[in-house]
């Protein structure tokens, strides 16, 4: 199958454009978070405060990677279980966030949101870190180095392989994909 | 009498824990190439392909193969003729997991109080599972369990007149309500009876059986590959983008019950099915 080369901001138009089962490469910059992370960038707009970086038209990564070993820029970096995260991405999406990228299932929460507001959610091959991490070509913590793994980091990635599994009108590539190959 | 230093554990652990997380055993390599042949869908294909590749990658370049590099789950298997000097063992272990997470800049992972989560920054506490056994050595195996997987696994105590039927449901069920999160393929760890913790510590020993080698027991080594099928037609497929292999293999272990108990429990693990061992 083709791939589909896209880049960072995320404008609207390539949002739309994009449709599940579609293998995308994606190049410029991504940001990471996990569970702690969401829970203080959620804290923060409670609290009416200014977030540590700009979610408009951004994609963030839900991985928390192994330390970088001498001489690279990060260590192994796959996806994690995007489902805790689904307590607040609908957030971040009202915010500005077009893009996530991780693996499983997606709650009606998020979707919704994702329908509503325009958004896109990617899987990266779970357990694949070694292989991903040859994708990312620069890493800075921007937030809550505190958090260790969980800190936000603020990735220049070249090439990243994704697919799209949640589109921006309802598609879940989890379920359509499912229903091809299952047998009763 | 023999005696066995402390230092020894330490150094052997610290060694498992990066071996374990960089090198795939080659029976789960080699299951990824079987499930190429027989995977009907192509994105199935490709994504077994890539983690071939990732297997590669990670055992060439010392890097482990998966960011979560997991909880420390250590089997240890102590000869009752063992004394192990200059410590305590189970100090040794941890110290072990300490030493080979930060050598081989492994991700920690662990958090001290479950409620609270502050990372405790060298990955342990390990979860040591010890077992008393005849002669003078000491087996350790090292099997890092990632946290996507684990997470998905599932115990229910059934009624012992749901038998066999209700023992496959639940474990369908499981798979199935899974879906993507595990990172499928998976290797199904089942335990049968026992008490509750029994049971689930049966499942988790489960893994550790050479990928697909069937339990000795004809009836129960029929049930693993009946389930095999069975789960194999849900379509979830590798990464759960649709497919037929959602497993590589399911074992099961069993164990006596009370008469009033069934206990089954459902360990899954993902692809990376970790586990290293040394006989010390």
Redesign the interface.
Known sequence: ?TKVHISTPLVEDVVKSLCI?QQVLISGVIYTGRD?AHKRLVQLMDEGKELPFDLKGQIIYY???????PG?VI????P??A?RMDAYAPRLIERGLKGMIG???RTENVTNAMKKHGAVYF?A???????I??SVQEAEIVAYSD????AIYRLVVKDFPA?V?NDAFGGD??Q????????? | MRTIDCEVIISEVARLCQEANFKLEDDVVQSFKCSYETE????GKE?LN??I??AA??AN?????????GVAVVFLELGQDTHIINGNLYKAINEGVRKGYQEG?????MVAHPLE?V?T?DNTPAVIHTRIVPGDQVKITVAPKG??SE?MSALKMLKPAEGVEGVKNFILETVENA???P?PPLIVGVGIGGTMEKCALLAKEALLRSVGEPHPMPDIAELEQELLGKIN?????P??????TTALAVHIEIFGSHIASLPVAVNLN???ARHKSVVI
């Open positions: 199958m089962g702690a991985v928390g990677p192994s330390p970088a070993p690279r260590g192994s970096a796959g994690t279980t489902g693996k499983g299932a899987a091959i779970g357990g694949a870190a070694a292989l991490s040859r958090l260790g793994p969980e697919i599994v590539l989890y359509e994909g499912r229903k091809i190959y299952a047998i009763e | 009907v869908s192509q994105s994504i890539l983690l590749e990732n990658i990670a370049e010392s890097i482990p193969m998966c960011q979560d590099t800049y492994l991700r920690k992972s989560r990372n920054g946290g996507g997470n879906g993507p999160n990172c037609n849900l379509g979830i497929g990464s759960g983008l649709g497919g037929r993902c692809h990376a």
